[in-house]
């Protein structure tokens, strides 16, 4: 993705108020966040080289100081955390293998979204988004009644199974085909001859159902690109995270040598020795902290550390 297009997918973003949006096949190489010039924050997950693939996360001013954390999985998947209210949002990003690819590349893809998947806390609400590369087309049997909705276009191909395949043994739901819209809502790409498909989704867990008030299209967002802007909107409670003190980061690489601190240590602790029958066991572990707290301070060197909080990439869940 060239920064103009970039710079216009933002822009078709803020016009149409949109907090949170995925990127897939920007084909930039490593991973990492950046500021753009328009504001707001992008988290990317990159291949070794630049060219191809790419998945990556853009929120806007008001979602930065939410964000608990992000995880650059690989070149097609990654993961941001948002703090909530009564429970945190998680937000998948994909870009699934071509129909062109091997079923092992394929396959490989939905291993490695079951292992994130596996690995976010039950309690978070999660929303899976990006390029499939399928089609699911509408319901086709009883049994995704809760999955397929009737809103589907096209027909129902090979990497359209396998994504029911996935949502059905996941309990998740295809929110595109849910919501009844005009046909020019619901497509999601134009292929070079002209015809219009359905290969983007938003799934999201059968629990979490009714936060969801609705997903289309919007056609006339100019994005520089052949898919349209796929847009849900989903009702979620999140709160703004509150700047907490910085943990301070001590170098003891000298710390054998530093005589003045080992010799202050050893003759706080002999004064203390004499009053700790005196002292209640909380009192006596507070004295204890402070003592070095307090002389480290004095004695130990402190390793400068950088002020943003973005610099640590892989979220802590």
Sequence with gaps: MKAGTLSTVIKEVRRNKITI?????????????????????????????SGYGGVAVY?????????????????RIMSVRLQGTAHNLRIIQTYTPTTQASEEERELFYDCLQ?????????????????????VSKRMSEKECNTIGEYGIGTRNEAGERLVEFCLENNF?????MFQ????????????DCSRHQIDYIIAQNRWRSPIMG??????????????????EVKTRLI?????????????????????????IKNRFDVLGRITEQMEPNDLATEINKIFKETAEKHIPKIKTKKNALDKQQDSS
């Design 59 to 75: 929120l806007d001013k008001d979602c930065i100081n939410m964000m608990l954390g992000y995880n650059p999985v690989n070149d």
């Design 173 to 177: 739901f295809v929110a595109n085909t």
């Design 115 to 135: 292992q994130t998947l596996d690995a976010v806390q039950k309690q978070d609400e999660i929303l899976i988004m990006g390029d499939f590369n399928a089609t």
């Design 181 to 192: 819209n005009h046909r020019r809502r619901l497509y999601t790409w134009t292929h070079p």
């Design 240 to 264: 703004f995270l509150k700047p907490g003190v910085r943990p301070i980061h001590y170098d003891l690489t000298e710390l054998p040598l530093n005589i003045a601190y080992k010799l202050e």
């Design 215 to 232: 997903v289309r299209t919007l056609p006339g967002a100019d994005c520089g690109t052949d898919h349209e802007l796929l847009m849900a």
């Design 21 to 49: 949006c995925g990127i897939a096949e920007h084909r930039w190489s490593g991973k990492g966040h950046f500021t753009p010039a328009e504001g707001g924050k992008i988290m990317y997950s990159g291949g070794d080289k």
